[in-house]
């Protein structure tokens, strides 16, 4: 069973860090590109971070670029999004994604909460 488990969000207040991390099992974790997304109260989903399959290469959408930080640990199975300075716009329900192919997998999500 293809599992995506997302930890690390929380409440924190503008300017503050904070450490997501996502566990995966149940698949080739070293085979798929992995990405973070997110979705925020009335609006749709959008991509954030992504990272290939060996961490080679880093993708980050404009809004994030220079705060945070993705990574992966192939063997651990484990990829984590580093976020600093972080802004009442980045409150939002954070999910994990796993990617090959046309294989799709999505995390449950964990929710971040920045007070301005």
């Known amino acids: 069973e293809v599992q995506l488990q997302a930890s690390g969000g929380g409440a924190v207040q503008a300017g503050g860090s904070l450490k997501l991390s996502c566990a995966a099992s149940g698949f080739s974790f070293d085979d798929y590109g992995m990405g973070w997304f997110r979705q925020a109260p009335g609006k749709e989903r959008e991509f954030v971070a992504a990272v290939t399959w060996s961490g080679g290469s880093t993708y980050y959408a404009d809004p994030v670029k220079g705060r945070f930080t993705i990574s992966r640990d192939n063997a651990k199975n484990t990829m984590s999004l580093q976020m600093s300075s972080l802004k009442h716009e980045d409150t939002a329900v954070y999910y994990c994604?796993?990617?090959?192919?046309?294989?799709?997998?999505w995390g449950q999500g964990t929710l971040v909460t920045v007070s301005s």
């Open positions: 994604n796993a990617r090959y192919g046309v294989r799709d997998y």
